[in-house]
Every structure is written in structure tokens, then in C-alpha cells.
């Protein structure tokens, strides 16, 4: 080898000595720099021709491992998810309480239980019945207050579905920003650690797959498919939260009801929300419209079922002394046509609880029937002119009187059941059924109406059936007594759209009903809505399943406002034959001054069994109403400490990823500092090859 390559060997080392050295110190002064990838210079042996003359950096590369990183990035999805969903799975713990808690819904029907049963102890008791009064307003409020928070939660979870698209908009536009300089050539290593920190951050929003083209550039797609970012970047359209949530409230609805905001791509009208997966954002969607829906549905139902079991108890009973009004909560036109088998006793009570006057009517069993009209003259026929059956202009029944002192209390012949009724609503064909006739009517309800407007749900279907049902249903009004009819065969979506603005809907809608959709999951089902008063009766040929609905009935929950302000009017006795001249010889009705059957009536109905619908991941079953809150509250804990342990393991593997990463990545600082006294010790060599050749150029040129 000649002194010439020689020397020009041993320069090029050091130029290459010179920019390892460089990068080993880069290395160093980054260990600590968040997302900085440790960067290896990769030497090459330099030749001219067959002859070695050196050394170069070919090359400086970050030491990365693609397939840890979208490992990571999925497991990074994954974690975010489950945080979301934890974070809110804890918060509906803390509203619904835990099962070994004093306060919770479950122990609340307990006490109200026992309430009723303390007055049946004490039916005299004034500070008794206050107490009662005050417990279930308690109660009730305590259901108000839980239907309240789910909203507030599904509110925030709203507003955060707004933030979190701001967010992927952001990451989405710097990454399009960093596209352009890699496209472009640039080549600062640091460009392409902060893309890979930023396509982190994007998964952990939104579901995401990535993969790099030959010029540098990132595509970025959802994982339903829709391409956000390649050589252009489409951003989400700005979502707007909405301001005021309520159980009406749904993603989807239709209708009238305004329903949450769609999200889609700026630059395609489709509405995406169902297809978005993976990340913070899928579990907020699945939050806000199904997993808070399905726990509202469950305190609802529940409520609804609360109401309907005391009401229907209460109802048979009277308070002493006796009220001098009863008004029904619920609403008929008067020519109702009514049928029962049996007889009802309508009677006006002195102070004492005994009858003054009393009318027994006859019923008319199937198939024949009466109306509600000629039942209230029968009754009206029997009693004092002071005392009367009415039927108002908003269609509510009252019984009343105007005898100073005196009350008014009415009761099924066939105790201790009540009179099975079956009605056509005025202008309807399908018979409907009732157990009681003050049940019936509302007259004299303990908790008051669950709503004005009363509602009808179908059953869930999944959203594109097949084959299609058919939704076949007949509505009512009152006062006018009218009917409409519609049918027509489609998915719950068509039947939705069919019945706000198509010509199959015309007649129902001219009725006054609207229809959203409502969901439980994947599945769909059609929820209706019209004047107060409207029933809705399935027709032989539904296949949708319609049926009342107890759609806000958590936070409509209250006490009847004339007993919460004034207690003694709660029910605790019943009317009953009576001997009213103490001669061993019945001879009219009565309400003992002891008599508490009543009160033990609510008792035991908070206790008894009836069928739930199954809704918000519990299944179907019979159970009583503390049983129910009981099981409500348990899967809530349940699903909770699930989430908790799910979200531990998730970090785990999250902390084994990135521990892997890092063993790749990550600068070790003594094996770069080794790294640095072996460059120096090269380098020093290097320079002793240079010295030393430059010694013999010296001799040389003496020698000459």
C-alpha cells in the first residue's frame, strides 16, 4: 500500500470516526428526550477499484422495530378505551352505590316496605304517616337525582366526543404538516421520531392502521377503512355537543326529538359514528349511546315498576277519613266501552269512615260492554246530588263531594282481587285490560303520573331484520275519541321515517304521534310518542311488539302532591260491607277505624314478583322491585371491578411493550459511553496512522 492511500485511508477514517463520535454524543445528550430513538451510525468499507482505502458512514438509522410499534400503538388503543370506559363504569358505582351500601336503591324500597308496614302498625299515627310521606319523597327524589346524573354523565361524555375529535383533527393536520418535509426529502431522523409519537397519540383517540409509501410519506386509515391521511389529509367535520341532554336524547333518533349531532368526514356528508372503532373515541360513543342508555332504561323500568306496584296496591285502598275528591291520573273519552265481571261500590263516608250512601253498579261482563259515560251516570244515578261522577274535558275521571266532613272511596266486590276489566278505547278495535277500576282510572294513586304524554316502545330488533316485520299498531286519542291505524312491513329505521314524514305515517301523524329510534347495543327498536291520553294497541299482524314504556319514569318519580302535602290522605284501609247499625246485620260499606289492609297491601306488593324486560346487559326475569334494584346495582359493581382488572392487565401489557421498545430504542448510557471510548480509542489510532505516514513523507522528502 502506498504512503498516498495510506494517508487518504486513515483521513477518511477520521472524517468517519469524527461523525460516529457525533452521534454517539447526540445519543448521550438525548437519553432523556421523550420519544427519541437511539440513532446507530453504520460504517462501510471504502473502495477504489479492488483497493481498500477506508472507511465512511454509509448511513444513520434509529434503532426501531415497526412491528413493536403498531403492537404497541393497538395495545396503546386499547388502554385508552378501557380507561374511558373505567373512568365512567366507577361513576355510575358512585350513583348507583355498591351492594353492601346503606343508601342505595334496593335498601330504599326495603324501607319504603317498611314504612307501609309501620302504618299498618299504626294506622292512627300522625307522626307515623309523616314519616312514611317523607320516606318515599326521599325516595323518589333519590331516583330523580340518579336519572339526573346519568344524563349529566352522558352530557360530559358528549362534550368530550367534541374535544376528542378536535384532538384527532390536530394530530391529523401535524401529521400531513411532517408528510410534506419527509416527502420533500428532508431527512432530519427527528422528523420521523416525532411522526411515530404523533401516530401514538392518534391511536390512543381513534382506531387507526398505518403504513409508509417508498417517498417517505404516511397513509393513515380508520379502522373501518377510511382513508384520513396520504398525499391530502381529511379532517373531521367540527362536532357540536349538544347543550342539553336528556333521556330523549339519542344518537340517531329521528323524528322530532333532536338527537346527538352525526359525526362524519369534512368532506363526506355520511354519518360515521356507528363504524368508529378502537381508542378513546369508540368507548365514548359506546358511553353516550348505549352503556349510560342501557343503565337509564334499567332505573326506569324500575321506577315504572315502583309506581305501577304501590299505585295498583293504593288504589284498592282509602285513607281515613276519606278524601272529598279522588281525580284519575289517567285519561279516556267517555265512550270507552268498558266489560267486567263483578260489581264496583262507589260510597260517600262520614267522619267516622262509615257510609252515608253508597251505589253498587253490575258490570257487563264479555262480550258485552258498557261505556265509561253510562257507568258514571249508574253511579251518579245511586248517590246524593252533592256527591258525583264526572268526566272532565281533558278526559281524567273525578269523584267528589261537597258534604262538609264527609269523603268519597270506592272498591272492587270481588275483593280481595280486583275486577278484571277489559276496554276498547273510544274509536279503537283492540281490547285492552286493566285489574281495578280505581287502578283503572288513576283515582286514587300514591305516587302521581309518570308522565302527561304517555309513551310505547317496540321490542329491539337488530337494525336491518330479515325478514322485515311489520309494525302494525292502532292509536287513540282523547278527548276526541279518534282512531288511526298503520301498517307497513320495513326495518325500525323505515318505520321511523315512514311515520314523521311518509304517506304510510299520514293518519297517525295527523293524530299527533312522532317515533324515534332508540337502541340497546346492536340492536334497534322504535320508540312512539304522542298527545296526553293516546294509547297505542298492537294489531294481529305486529311484529314489533309494541307495548307502554317507562322512558323517563326515573325522574318523573314523585309523591301525589295532595298526599305529600298532607299526609293522612295516604290509603290504609279499605271499604268493606259494614253493619252500620251494630245489630249483627250488614247493611252497608265501611272503613274500620283499625283497618290497615291497605297498608299491608303496598307492603307486600313492594315484595312481590312481577316480569322485567331484559335491557341494559341484564336479562330478562322475574323478580320483586328490591330484588331488581339489587341486581341493577350489583352488575354495576360487577362490570366495574371487570373494567379495573381489564384495565390493570391492559397497562401491563402496555408496560411489556414499551419495555421491549425500549430495549431496542431507548439510549443506554454505558453502553454508549463504552461506545464513545471506542471511537476514541479508534480515533486516537487513526491520528497515530496519520502522524506516522506524514513522519515517512518528511523522510522522504529529506532522503531526496
Known sequence: MSLNVALNSATMGLRALTEALANTSNNINNANTPGYSRRVANLQTSTAGNVTNGALV????????????????LAAASLANLEVLKRYGDEVVALFGRPADG???????????????DLASAPQSGPVQTALVQNAGQFARSFQSTAAGIQDMRQEVDTEIGR???????????LHELNAQLSNGATDLTLRDGRDRLVGELSALIGIKTFERSTGELVVTSDSG?????????????????PNVSEQTEYGAGGTISGFDDIRLADDPTDITRFIRGGRLEALIRLRDDVLPGAQRQIDQLAGAVAEQVNQAHNRGTSLPAPPSLTGSQRFAGATAVSFAGDLTV????????AVASVTVAGTPLPGSTTLSALLASINAGLPADTTATLGADGRVTLATTRAGHGVALVDRTLPDELDITYVPAGGTRPQSAKGFSSLLGLNDFFGPIEASPKYTSGLLAASPSPLPTAAFEVTTVPAGAAAAF?????????VAAINTGAAGAAVRAAGVTARLYRDGDRVGVHLEGPPGFRVAALAADGYGFAPASNGAARALAVRSDIAGDPIRVARGQLRPADLNNDGTVDGFGVGQTDTAAAQGVAAALLARRN??????????????????????????READRLDQAHTFQEDVVNEIGGRIGAISDVDLDAELAQLVTLQNSYAATARVISTVNALFDALERAV
Do not use: C, H, W
Not at 346487559?617 to 320483586?624: N, P, R, T, V
Open 347 to 354: 260510597a260517600l263516608l262520614g267522619p267516622d269512615g262509615q
Open 103 to 117: 343508601g342505595t336503591l334496593a335498601r330504599q324500597i326495603t324501607q319504603l316496605s317498611r314504612a307501609f308496614e
Open 487 to 495: 301498517t307497513m312491513a320495513g326495518t325500525p329505521q323505515d318505520i
Open 612 to 637: 322485567f324486560a331484559a335491557g341494559g346487559g341484564l336479562a330478562g326475569a322475574s323478580l320483586s322491585v328490591g330484588d331488581y334494584a339489587a341486581s341493577i346495582i350489583d352488575r354495576a359493581a
Open 226 to 242: 377510511a382513508v384520513l391521511l396520504d398525499k391530502s389529509v381529511r379532517l373531521f367535520e367540527e362536532y357540536v355537543p349538544r
Open 58 to 73: 454509509k448511513s444513520i438509522t434509529r434503532q426501531v422495530d415497526a412491528n413493536l410499534q403498531r403492537q404497541s400503538n
Open 164 to 174: 376528542t375529535i378536535a384532538a384527532v383533527n390536530e394530530k391529523l393536520g401535524r
